[in-house]
């Protein structure tokens, strides 16, 4: 049993079931013949000799009856022909026949050959798909008109039957209507052809013009409209007969159709022969005696139901005894009644059967073997005969056939969970894997371990637990060597994802091997994995590698691979001693994932996140891999803590990528910032500020400090949620999360003077001042020797004048000056050009005055409010002054409020005011020019 399946080898084909493709033939090549016209291949079609019913049934032909001479019978000889590539051929006699037998004719069958080879073995086909076809004429004796049959092309009642055909290279056949045929007569049954064939039966239907004679006593009026009427019935009568005659003169003497999978040739033998003789080229002759073929052919139509009754035995004995000949054609047609009566599920270690079955496998004919093996290996459950056939036939078998045969066995060894009986249990089925695997020859590794699985799983279930741990410890997969180990890995990292034994052997006997090689070659082959992303495209059936010298395969994984336990051993091999498996380690993981765990479970998938952030803590340099890891997580909770703790922790390229990872990544970073000590999410807020600026130089933002507020929870949710949308906000944009500016004066008397500096710092931005100016205010309410809100909201009056006529100072220069007037179905929205009326106004120029700015010539008089940067301009119906033909047709004179313009980011000034009684907005924009 040690070497049951030495020979097993395969390439997966999944869900494939071998069976033959088409009929056990002979090739017979055609000796060129002097002054011959050229012959296509012909062969002998041997399974329909078998198992086709046509071969020894009535000839049926719409024309012709074909009877034997007394003392003789039919036989028709089933033959497929391959056409010539450049030229018609003609078939007259064919090159393979019978001896002693005469050669009648040829029929053309339409092509029901799919239906033929569908069907179940011994199964006669259909007869409503054999050649049918009924007298033309209806119930009153009339002729349909000629018309194409369900074949395609012929006319109804044409001839089946022919002396001669015509092959022709694409695929059809041709022949005429003859005039006479061996053992033929014309049918009884009249149609356009019977009368074609037989002119006498035609004019005898021609009708005579009737002869009307007045009975003595009949009226001249009577007896006129009965000529009238008898003359009418003659000229009907008479068309009809025309028509006949013309359909028959028209009817067509050549046919034609698709080459059907078969043609026949028919023989008559004497009823005195003893044995069949078909005789052609080589490896004919082949004789059978008639008793030995009919038995044949019994037994091919018979499948044995239950147990061998006495006549399924003596079958059996006739066939052993027509297999001694050892001739080819015998082989492959004892095979063929073999396979068709469903006996290989009968044998019994050497019986007759059992001998019977050895004998052809053991011929060397690979057609005759092929049959054989492929209904050995559908024989599932196999039984222990069957089991040892297939060992024998091993080293005859095709990959499909081997992978056939394989599924079958397995399946034989285990119960429906895995767990024993029938066929010898789990032990037995390890046995038969790790026999099968350590088989240089055998299948490819990948398929074995495919139907193991699926075995130990079927239906989807679950393997029982001690069958799934045998299963894992026992099934030696990190002892195959070279491409067998390589198909292994393939199959267990493609299906590690839905396929909890591929998971296992995974973890457990790849990359938790003792054998660092094997460790090697599986990370190898995981950093080879095609898609870039840790999700990826389903798992494709084939893996099994490319042709010699065709294009490197790697894994298509059928989504990442879990790390489903605290001891799972990615983490051994992450802190792996050798420097070159843990790099390979760290660049596999991102193909790895820790499943979102839920109530007992959800501790252990924080330790396994735990563990994996103090493995990448202990490199040097912090191995980046892990950004890519935690940001595909399915747990967005714990993926922003580890890239949180990746941005404080880690060194600065990870922690730049880390932080950068969760700008847009729609991860609960609110939750985590809410978890942190409050001086840990200040200081993650400036490395995340850092990280989104190329200099490393860059100072860090005052405003973080605002973090450090423990009471103030909210402002942590603002700023989390603000970087999860992918909007990191400006640090001028803080203090408009507080109420007022006297929130933010309060907090500048704080006693923690990095909270004291973020305040002054949010004020200072948000009123149009810059770094500089942030570090010389906050120097003068530190300086401030009375620390209250009332001295520092004086404070703040004086500091702000000062920004914002600093600002407004800048602001001088020229800009294009237009107005939008925005759709109030915008719903108040922002106008653009492209979303509301646009009126160019021209250019003007901002000029500095005394702290603040006005426009030249003071062609529009401006103010400037002293509880915010703006330019504001008290009214707005002094834009007229610009002299404008559209703007003047505007009633600006009804807008009471001042038009406030703020600064915006690109250095543009733009205010809105309501304006109009139909909810419409009016823009002011000044854009700075170049």
């Known amino acids: 049993m040690l070497r049951l399946f030495a020979a097993l080898g395969l390439f997966v084909v999944v869900g494939c079931f071998c069976f033959w493709a088409g009929p056990v033939s002979a090739q017979a090549p055609l000796l060129p013949v002097a002054e011959q016209a050229p012959e296509p291949g012909v062969d002998l079609d041997l399974d329909a000799l078998v198992r086709d019913p046509r071969v020894s049934a009535d000839i049926e032909d719409p024309l012709w009856t074909v009877q034997p001479r007394p003392g003789a019978r039919l036989i028709a000889i089933p033959l497929t022909v391959t056409p010539l590539a450049d030229r018609d051929a003609e078939l007259a006699a064919p090159p393979i026949g019978l001896r002693a037998g005469r050669f009648l004719a040829w029929q053309v069958v339409p092509d029901e050959s799919e239906a033929l080879d569908a069907r179940r073995p011994g ?58 045929l061996p053992g033929g007569t014309i049918s009884t049954n009249e149609t356009t052809y019977t009368l074609k064939l037989d002119p006498s039966a035609l004019r005898a239907k021609q009708p005579e013009r009737p002869r009307i004679t007045r009975n003595a006593d009949e009226d001249s009026r009577d007896f006129r409209a009965r000529q009238i009427e008898a003359e009418r019935e003659f000229r009907d009568e008479l068309a009809e007969f025309r028509d006949l005659r013309d359909s028959v003169f028209n009817a067509p003497d050549e046919f034609e159709q698709p080459l059907p999978a078969r043609l026949w040739a028919i023989f008559e033998a004497p009823d005195t022969l003893t044995d069949y003789t078909f005789v052609g080229p080589d490896p004919l002759p082949w004789p059978v005696s008639v008793p030995q073929f009919e038995a044949l052919r019994a037994r091919a139509a018979s499948p044995v139901g239950g147990e061998l009754d006495a006549e399924a035995r003596d079958d059996i004995a006739a066939l052993a005894d027509l297999a001694r000949s050892n001739h080819v054609y015998t082989l492959r047609a004892v095979a063929l009644a073999l396979a068709e009566a469903d006996l290989m599920d009968h044998a ?58 394989l599924r079958g066995l397995f399946s034989s060894r285990t119960g429906p969970r895995g767990t024993g009986a029938p066929g010898g249990g789990i032990d037995s089925l390890i046995d038969t894997a790790n026999t099968v695997l350590a088989d240089p020859e055998g299948p490819p590794a990948g398929a074995v371990l495919r139907e193991l699985a699926a075995t130990a799983a079927p239906d989807g279930r679950a393997p029982d637990p001690d069958a799934l741990r045998a299963l894992v410890n026992r099934v030696n997969i990190d002892r195959l060597t070279a491409d067998r180990l390589d198909d292994a890995i393939m199959y267990c990292g493609s299906s590690a994802a839905v396929e909890p034994l591929a998971s296992a052997w995974l973890n457990h006997r790849l990359l938790g091997s003792t054998n660092p090689a094997v460790v090697k070659r599986t990370l190898e082959l995981l950093n080879q994995v095609r898609s870039e992303s840790a999700i990826f495209a389903p798992l494709l059936t084939g893996f099994f590698g490319p042709p010699v010298g065709g294009p490197v395969v790697r894994m298509e994984l059928a989504g990442p691979i879990p790390i489903d336990a605290a001891n799972h051993a990615i983490y051994r091999v992450l802190n792996a001693g050798d420097p070159e498996v843990r790099a390979l380690s760290w660049s596999a993981l991102p193909h790895f994932v820790i499943p979102a765990e839920q109530g007992r479970d959800a501790q252990d998938a924080q330790q396994r996140f735990d563990q994996l952030l103090n493995a990448a803590f202990a490199q ?46 729609g991860l609960p970073l ?35 400090g605002l973090l450090r507020r423990p009471e103030d929870a909210r402002l942590a949710q603002w700023f989390g949620r603000q970087v999860a949308a992918g909007a990191v906000p400006e640090p001028g944009q803080w ?11 309060n907090l500048a008397a704080s006693n923690d003077p990095e909270i004291a500096k973020a305040a002054v710092a949010a004020l200072v931005l948000a009123a149009g001042g810059g770094p500089r100016q942030v570090e010389s205010v906050a120097a003068r309410f530190e300086q401030q020797p009375v620390r209250t809100v009332d001295k520092f909201r004086e404070l703040w009056r004086e500091v702000k004048k000062d920004l914002h006529g600093d600002r407004l100072a800048k602001a001088a220069g020229a800009y294009r000056i237009s107005v939008v007037l925005a759709d109030p179905a915008a719903g108040g929205a922002p106008a653009d050009a492209s979303g509301g009326r646009v009126i160019i106004l021209g250019v003007l120029d901002l000029v500095p005055d005394a702290g603040a700015v006005r426009f030249a010539a003071d062609i529009i008089p401006v103010a400037v409010p002293s509880d915010k940067l703006a330019i504001r301009i008290p009214q707005v119906g002094a834009l007229k002054n610009l002299d404008n033909e559209e703007l003047a047709e505007l009633p600006l004179d009804t807008v009471e409020e001042p038009l406030d313009l703020l600064p915006q980011p690109d250095g543009s000034w733009v205010g809105r005011v309501p304006f109009g009684d139909e909810g419409q907005i009016l823009e002011l924009h000044l854009d700075p020019l170049e």
């Open 123 to 180: 199964v006669p086909p259909d007869p409503g798909l054999l050649l049918q076809r009924g007298n033309a004429f209806d119930l009153g004796g009339q002729p349909d008109p000629a018309a194409p049959d369900a074949a395609g092309s012929l006319p109804e009642g044409a001839p089946a039957l022919a002396r001669r055909l015509t092959i022709t290279p694409d695929g059809r056949v041709r022949w005429k209507l003859d005039r006479s």
């Open 348 to 405: 019994r270690p050497n019986d007759a059967l059992y001998r019977l079955i050895q004998r052809v496998l053991s011929s060397g004919d690979s057609q005759a073997q092929r049959i054989i093996i492929t209904e050995l290996v559908s024989t599932v459950p196999p039984s222990p005969s069957t089991a040892r056939l297939l060992k024998d036939a091993a080293a005859y078998m095709t990959s499909e056939e081997k992978l056939a045969s």
């Open 620 to 665: 040097a340099p912090t191995p980046l891999p892990l950004v890519d890891f935690l940001a595909d997580q399915p747990d967005g909770a714990r993926a922003a803590a580890g890239l949180t703790t990746v941005t404080l922790y880690a060194d600065r390229a990870a922690s730049r990528a880390a932080a950068r990872a969760l700008v847009g990544s």
């Open 670 to 704: 609110d939750e985590a910032l809410v978890g942190m000590e409050p001086e840990t999410r200040a200081d993650f807020a400036a490395r995340l500020y850092a990280a989104m600026v190329a200099d490393d130089s860059a100072e860090r933002p005052l405003v973080v």
């Open 735 to 745: 203090a408009g999360q507080f109420v007022s500016e006297d929130a933010l004066l």
